[in-house]
Nanobody, 122 residues
Framework: QVQLVESGGGLVQAGGSLRLSCAAS????????MGWFRQAPGKEREFVAA????????DYADSVKGRFTISGDNAKNTVYLQMNSLKSEDTAVYYC???????????????WGQGTQVTVSS
């Protein structure tokens, strides 16, 4: 059974930084993408970023490009999300997801973490 455990959320002022971590257990994802999604109050869950653990291929939502960096540690089966220059509109529950798939026009995933709250105060 796959388990994804997120950590690193919290409250930060606009312009600040946070780093999210997600440790996976139950299977390895060395040949797959792992990613992050987020859901703000009253909105649908949306894709944020994904990384392939066997290489350096990454993808980002336009809204976070240049501010967020996703990385993975194959040996630890872990994915990270470094979030810089945070804005109030980044406030959401952030979910780790694995494996993550691109279905031609959207990203989706098989398994989800419990979520971690990120709140950016303006």
């Amino acid at each position: 059974q796959v388990q994804l455990v997120e950590s690193g959320g919290g409250l930060v002022q606009a312009g600040g930084s946070l780093r999210l971590s997600c440790a996976a257990s139950g299977r390895t994802f060395s040949s797959y993408f792992m990613g992050w999604f987020r859901q703000a109050p009253g909105k649908e869950r949306e894709f944020v970023a994904a990384v392939h653990l066997s290489g350096r291929h990454t993808d980002y939502a336009d809204s976070v490009k240049g501010r967020f960096t996703i990385s993975g540690d194959n040996a630890k089966n872990t994915v990270y999300l470094q979030m810089n220059s945070l804005k109030s509109e980044d406030t959401a529950v952030y979910y780790c997801a694995a494996p993550t798939y691109y279905r031609g026009s959207y990203w989706t995933a098989d398994n989800w973490g419990q979520g971690t709250q990120v709140t950016v105060s303006s």
